[in-house]
């Protein structure tokens, strides 16, 4: 089974590209992040040409997430019990069962400053999401956690510490609630870079980061315990960053193989 994870930063923005990486890779479920469409124009025609079928949660001008499935969608459920708002609840996670796999799109939210009301939402919201995950765990060995969860877990997830200190993405607090997920039984899988040794999954398009090497790992891919241990590969597709108008993250590509089960 090959599972991936993609903050597209804007669907419609980077169909073309979408389209042709789902050709060439060929991901049995892929979760999207920041789809910036409304479910109503989300472009189901696209991806069912090449077998795929998608679940949705998107109000159209910013965060959205999707789950492109070639093996199947049931059980779709669109946020979550509990789920803090801002002040509304957003478009920010997607549940479906696909194949056996019980599998989470989720866009954290940034927290974009350490003193802003964001930050307090962003905890609030993770440790929302801790108590939905802490059922789906018990209920399921076969549980999926994918997205971007705008948290890099250990100073080795960023080019510099020294260059985030007083930031978000690297505090204490916002490490110990993904560690909080980890506690669940969750594996952080161990993506291996394309080129050189640090498997970043996000640059900033300013300043040339991306060709300067200044990323960041913000993409997770979490699995149960069981299906990590049939983990038969797992990367970052940095090629998927080059080009004309990429978006800003790679996507993570995990395969695991399912027939030891």
């Not at 479906?96 to 799109?105: E, F, H, K, P, T």
Request: aromatic share 8%; hydrophobic share 45%.
């Amino acid at each position: 089974m090959r599972l991936a994870t993609w903050n597209v930063n804007s669907l419609t923005a980077r169909l073309p590209r979408v389209v042709d990486w789902l050709a060439a890779t060929r991901p049995d479920i892929v979760c999207l992040q920041e789809t910036k469409v409304a479910d109503e124009a989300f472009p189901h025609a696209e991806l069912e040409v090449l077998g795929y079928t998608a679940a949705t949660h998107g109000t159209g001008q910013w965060n959205g997430v999707a789950i492109v499935s070639c093996v199947g969608l049931s059980d779709v459920c669109r946020g979550f019990p509990g789920e803090p708002g801002f002040p509304h609840a957003e478009a920010r996670a997607l549940g479906a069962s696909c194949g056996g796999l019980r599998v989470w799109s989720l866009y954290v939210p940034n927290g974009r400053t350490i003193d802003s009301p964001h930050f307090a939402y962003k905890l609030a919201w993770l440790a929302a999401l801790r108590q939905v995950l802490a059922a789906e765990a018990s209920a399921t060995a076969s549980l999926v956690v994918c997205g971007d969860f705008n948290v890099a877990p250990a100073d080795e997830d960023v080019w510099d510490p020294d260059e985030f200190i007083g930031s978000t993405h690297v505090t204490p607090a916002e490490r110990a609630a993904v560690a909080a997920l980890l506690e669940l039984g969750l594996v952080d899988v161990p993506a291996r870079a394309l080129k050189g040794d640090r498997p970043f999954t996000y640059w900033d398009y300013r300043a040339g980061n991306f060709h300067r090497g200044l990323g960041m790992r913000i993409d997770l891919v979490l699995l149960g315990s069981e299906l990590a241990a049939r983990l038969v590969d797992a990367y970052v597709d940095r090629e998927a960053r080059k080009g004309k108008a990429p978006s800003d993250h790679a996507p993570v590509v995990v395969d695991v193989d399912l027939a030891t089960a």
